[in-house]
């Protein structure tokens, strides 16, 4: 890296958005020697984080996350606001392309002076996807961003990762077929904070209607994830920026009620705890990772485990003890 | 422990219960030297494992559970069956006592010849409950059991401990104040294979309908757990032994089907590739437990992170560092 930590942490601090993509890259990476002036950058830019609204943004493919996401920034920017957007792609380690594509699909955002634009790299032993996103986090609030908005496109455990690391959960639905609820995947509807029904114009309007009467039955068989928050379900175009008032109005109303109950630094606080708990299993898999023989160790007694003719917990001892002798 | 390893194998073989019972002591214990000998005589016994039909039951206190299992157990020894049931208790390593009253309030099951019933102690570092159970289970299979009942007291965790070391997964509902649907804890709906409406007599008939009316609703809004199984919603009494055959059969059927679509067998796998995961933590945890001085680090370094003033990941490393440096 050919910049010291106090040229990144000044860089960050003054807005330079070329420093912060630098410092991102560098909590990204997995080399040794950059992790640790990964940590050491973090260290001294966590007094200046906490600041922002992280919002959590989810959809199938085709919902329109996107423009959404282009079209909220550039309100929230009117309104004199930084937004800062970070996206999961767990393809993106072996397809860059679809990164650039999101990329410049959100242009118009990405002229502003007041956006940060950057896609997340997924990564991660055993499927661990994106795991310096609130790392990343960490830097754009420091810098000044407002509103930090994290797309995921929904692969695998993703949600529940943004969500573990977000203040509100947005979920993006499309007018479907009838049977609204078919497609939403398993969890989803009881992570929700806001539900905002997408391309929605005069042609459809009665159809986004059941919809969302369909999609608030739903809610109302779900225990409330925030006490005193009715999930709302709002419905506009983020194309033609219809509605995205409303969200933009919605979710500061829920950041004001979880401030004035104390839930949003309580709940701010059991994340951090999570993702400290998240990187001693991630520290501890990279140990266990450092040596080939280790790794294919741990997958076979694995596999052996699967095979239901050993006992799990045998095989996992063999591993646990093969591997602290090893370190 | 007093028994060799190939006597306690014997024994559970012939369905020794007594021995049975001490095999299950020796899988629970915490100390090393019982532990080794545990290891040594489960992979004897995995290749007696597998044949049983494994049932979770959960429900809230006074959905009357006990009185479900005993006579559900009754019922399936009238067909034929041998029945082992082991209770979840989180409670249990405080309070003895309450494992003691579940057991004796189960005494006409437990006079049975073909029935055995343990309690489970709950234990593991850092809020794990019952990870032996899955090895209890085994010695039981090993010992001829057909069906095997676990119950949960659905405190914290619990039901998706058990949901994942079962293959099937009950629920008992008792009919509430008008709203249903009011106190059913988060994400059960979507763990259940089968809901059983309990005490209900001619006096309550309309209400139970109406209950049973607002389950399948509450159902068809939750994306299907197994392909083709539409949940059912039964209903009686369990005292009065009315509508537990028809709970027998619809269980039946639904391993039936899970092993025409090859799913048990599958589901099976993929549980006995969590428990090794879970083991893995856990002994890599214990390792972490064997100084005191770890566990305080491992601790304060959380406390730090939930601060929110210092990097989780930092703190996650410079903990792991500790443990691998004394390892």
Redesign the interface.
Known sequence: MKFSTQELMEGIRSGNKRLIAKAITLVESKKEEHRRQA?EL??EL??FT?NSVRVGVTGVPGAGKSTFIENFGRLAIANGKKVAVLAIDPSSAINKGSILGDKTRMEELAKEENAFIRPSPSSGFLGGVANTT??TM?ICEAAGYDYILIETVGVGQSEVLVADITDVFLFLKIIGGGDE??G????I??MVDLIFINKVDKDNLQKAKNTRLELK??L????PKEKGWKVPVLFGSALSNEGLDEVFQKINEFISLKKKTHRF?EV???Q??K??????????LS?MKKSNSLEEA?LQ??KN?????????????L???K??SE?
């Not at 939403?184 to 969890?187: A, L, S």
């Not at 400290?276 to 991630?282: A, C, G, L, N």
């Not at 485990?305 to 001892?317: C, D, M, R, W, Y």
């Open positions: 940590e973090l260290k966590m007094h906490g609130f790392e960490m609820l078919q939403i995947k398993r969890g509807m009881e039955r739903a109302d068989f779900i225990p630094e701010r606080k059991q951090a705890e993702r400290y708990e998240y990187w001693v299993q991630e520290y501890i140990a741990y007694h694995k485990a699967s095979a239901l003719v050993f006992n799990p917990s045998t095989e996992a001892k591993f646990v003890e591997f602290l370190n």
